[in-house]
């Protein structure tokens, strides 16, 4: 099973003719021609694997419309937020923390809605038909507004609000589009004969999924064995619903607040009263949408199999038929309006930004108090405040991509002047957009020093260690270079280990600087250049310098984000790039933002336990499972899926592995040490392999406990040798193939399996002697397990990381039945 990259399957399987066994054009399971019947005949494959090759690049670099994709990248920031969580003690007061941190980060995804519609609204509304078609300047410069310019001002309004409402429904499209091919997909356990679903799903926690996920935890069941974690179809939808009313919501607000303000200054009667109750309508759907977004969470204790037809039809139902009766009350003669000044913006996005803040600062607090519960065990990244982080940064992307468009929209309507100042024919965007433009320069100077730092702390290791890496290698001449690119690449590596509080100093400096920007914004009502104009020169003329080169830096890249998602819409090799993108970040399912990215584990995760749990069924065979890299992550989470008589036939054999380094350590609820250690004791065995070279992967588990090998030597010779008569490469991580460890320690799990199934294991007719590693030592062979009576088996599955290459299958010999 390929990794992030994507490959073939007559790459994986080290074979041009290849046949799918079972799935179809999206992803499938493949195997060799002359293994397509294997389970026919098993006396021609006794003692020697089977090997399959499960293929899913297509779930996430399919067609073109995966460039779309680019627009939804705050949305999968803050979904990862929702998994970032530290783990939670057994007892109630941790489960209505839990369901509190839940609560939050799906009010910010949220919010990131509701931002993203309100800049769409921004440039179509206030931009062009407000501002501009009412200027007389801008509009004859502009042929293509000249037919609005005549128009009344609420007309021009309920016309333009097609744009963001034409976008809140490509946003529901695309997640409807990805739901029906992602999280409906069935789990392979089931309720039983004559169970009734709803009774079954509720069971005796009740209505309240957090009773159920506190129970499920409570019974020694990990998150990721639940039988409803890889089925969010209820809540994916539910979530749908609320932020497709809310954006529609946002569209009616943007075109009635205006109307009715000038309704009450000039026109009263029925067109004022009609405004007041446009207006609390509008008010109650919000509420409501905030209520079904709040009220329930994930349910991962079981499937839930519910549809909540009424809230997902009705709700984005009725908020369509809201926006468009608030657009005829736009439409309503009003003969002396005219459009001057701005839309009533800044205090809304003044607003939304506040409320994006305060709910950053309690998630911070309801992860501190979970951290702090277990602190002792949990490996969390920033002490338990990795998940913030990490929803500020989210915020932070969707504030810059907003303001980012505006701003170039406002510069090229404007012609040559600067949007705000006293010389701009128009009044330009929310001057808090302006203020946001102004920051980010000094956000790029706390990223350039950070980089230098670790930079320095890199070269420091790189010398520090250089002259230790030759006595590594026994018997070798001293070589300067060679070491210090050793050691420069084992320095590179360890970075990885700094990200952390890298992530840190950027969403703690964009939480500072998004405070300044939103005070001043309230507190001066002027863009930066204006409001320091009777300051200190150089006050001045920093203010003036910082908005911008703000301004442009945002247009510029803009520009770039633009330009590569029309490149990847055309380009296959540019989507596949942005496929291993989302390969990273979409593993986790849509918990808190609908409109993410889907979640390409809700299909991998099914296939490969239905796959195996079939498989095994029907001919009693055993597994070994070899991951690279995303690949040993989606290995892990097959497991834990399986049945328990399933799982303790598999074996697993990872490599360069980011379960423990990146996983473990960023999402501690889901792949704790106690989890990864659970793991290991539920499966027949495991193995994994690790560089010191390697920036993703590392040991699995604390102390190794029997399951890591490693460091490896990384590169395999120091200089030129009778075996390496060219100097050989540092793989880092790649090639773990490469490595005559990983052919010892695959050759020995299968030797296990065969022992297990009372199957002798044909001799190797090629290659090196394996009956002990390469430094001497005697190989494992599994010993220190106990036999636990393990059915006799016939094939192996084998899983591929991001390099697509093949491992070394054994060759064909009679007989025996070993996989």
């Known amino acids: 099973m390929h990794g992030v990259a994507g490959a073939a399957p007559e790459e994986l399987l080290g074979d041009p003719r290849t046949v799918r066994i079972t799935g179809d054009s999206t992803a499938a ?25 499960y293929c899913w690049s297509r779930l996430t670099s399919g067609n073109g419309t995966r460039a779309l994709w680019l627009l939804l990248l705050p949305f999968m920031v803050v979904n990862l937020a929702h998994w970032a ?48 078609a009412g200027s007389a300047h801008c509009a004859a410069s502009r042929s293509w507004l000249g037919f609005l310019a005549d128009a009344q001002p609420g007309r021009r309004l309920a016309l333009a609000a097609l744009v963001p409402a034409v976008l809140t429904g490509l946003l529901w499209y695309l997640s409807n589009r990805t739901w029906s091919a992602y999280e409906s997909q069935p789990p392979p356990r089931s309720f039983g004969p004559g169970a009734d679903p709803d009774r079954a799903a509720e069971s005796a926690a009740g209505n309240d999924p957090d009773r159920a996920a506190e129970s499920a935890a409570g019974n020694g069941v990990p998150a990721l064995g639940r039988p409803g974690f890889w089925y969010g179809r209820r809540l994916v939808a539910r979530l749908r619903a609320a932020h497709t009313a809310a954006g529609l919501l946002t569209v009616a607000a943007a075109i009635t607040v205006p109307a009715a303000a000038y309704d009450r200054r000039h026109t009263g009667g029925t067109a004022e009263l009609l405004g007041w109750a446009a207006q609390a309508v509008l008010a109650a759907g919000a509420a409501t949408v905030l209520w079904v977004v709040c009220r329930r969470g994930r349910s991962e204790s079981r499937p839930d199999l519910r549809r909540d037809r009424a809230v997902v039809t009705l709700l984005p139902g009725c908020a369509l038929a809201l926006l468009a009766l608030c657009a005829g009350y736009a439409c309503w003669s009003r003969p002396g309006w005219t459009s001057t000044g701005r ?46 982080a990490v929803a500020l940064l989210g915020c932070a992307l969707g504030g810059v991509m907003s303001g980012g468009v505006a701003q170039r929209v406002a510069d090229w309507l404007d012609g040559g002047a600067t949007p705000g100042m006293d010389a701009a024919v128009l009044p330009g965007p929310p001057v808090l957009l302006s203020w946001q433009a102004a920051v980010l320069p000094p956000l790029l100077l706390v990223l350039m020093l950070l980089a230098v730092r670790f930079g320095l702390r890199a070269a420091r290791v790189r010398r520090r260690t ?9 018997g070798e001449p001293y070589d300067e270079a060679r070491s210090l690119r050793i ?50 020169p150089l006050l001045e003329a920093a203010a003036r310098a ?53 979640c390409y584990a809700e299909r991998a995760v099914p296939d490969l336990t239905w796959r195996m749990t079939g498989w095994t069924g029907r001919t009693g065979g055993r597994l070994v499972l070899s991951g690279h890299s995303q690949g040993s992550v989606l290995a892990a989470a097959a497991v834990w899926q399986l049945p328990p008589a399933v799982r303790r036939g598999v074996a697993l054999l990872t490599y360069g592995s980011p379960l423990a380094r990146l996983y473990g350590r960023w999402f501690p609820a889901y792949f704790g040490p106690a989890d990864l250690a659970a793991l290991h004791g539920e499966v027949d065995c495991w193995r994994n392999l690790w560089r010191p070279t390697d920036p993703i992967g590392g040991p699995v588990l604390p102390g190794g406990e029997g399951v890591d090998r490693g460091p490896l030597a990384d590169p ?40 297990h199934s009372g199957a002798v294991p044909a001799p190797r007719t090629e290659g090196p002697d394996r009956s002990a590693r390469p430094d001497g030592t005697a190989r494992p062979d599994g010993t220190d397990r106990p036999d636990r009576g393990r059915r006799p088996g016939r094939a192996a599955l084998l899983s ?8 070394p299958t054994v060759p064909a010999d009679p007989p025996g039945t070993a996989g």
Do not use: N
Request: a positive charge; proline letters at 9%; one cysteine or more.
């Open 716 to 755: 395999l010779a120091y200089g030129r040798t009778e075996l390496h008569p060219l100097p050989a490469p540092i793989l880092g991580h790649s090639d773990y193939q490469a490595d005559p460890v990983f052919a010892a320690e695959r050759d020995a799990l299968l030797a296990r399996l065969a022992e």
């Open 343 to 388: 839309l009533p913006g800044d205090l809304a996005f003044g607003v939304l930004m506040l409320a994006q803040g305060c709910c950053a600062l309690a998630l911070a607090w309801v992860a501190l108090r979970l951290h702090k519960r277990a602190a002792r065990t949990s490996p969390a990244a920033l002490r338990g405040l990795g998940g913030p």
């Open 800 to 807: 591929k990381g991001p390099t697509g290459r093949p491992a």
């Open 487 to 536: 050691a420069g690449a084992r320095a590179t590596a360890g970075l990885t280990d700094c990200t952390p509080w890298f992530v840190a100093a950027v969403s703690g400096t964009t939480l500072l600087l998004g405070a300044v920007a939103l005070a001043g914004a309230w507190l001066t009502g002027t863009v930066p250049g204006e409001a320091a104009r009777d300051g200190h």
């Open 85 to 132: 969580r530290p783990p939670a003690p057994p007892g109630r007061p941790a489960a209505r923390a839990v369901r509190a941190y839940g609560v939050l980060v799906r009010v910010i995804a949220l919010s990131l809605t509701v931002l993203l519609i309100a800049a769409a609204c921004e440039v179509a509304l206030d931009l062009a038909a407000w501002q501009c």
């Open 466 to 474: 250089a002259g230790t890496v030759a006595a590594e290698y026994p």
């Open 546 to 598: 910082a908005q911008d080169s703000g301004s442009w830096l945002i247009g510029f890249g803009f520009l770039l984000f633009v330009g590569w998602g029309r490149r990847a819409y055309r380009d296959a090799s540019a989507r596949r790039t942005i496929g291993i993108l989302w390969d990273v970040g979409t593993f986790w399912p849509r918990a808190a933002h609908p409109f993410a990215p889907p």
């Open 29 to 53: 399971v493949f195997r060799r021609t002359e293994d397509a019947d294997a389970e026919a005949y098993p006396e021609r494959y006794a003692g020697r694997p089977v090997p399959e090759a």
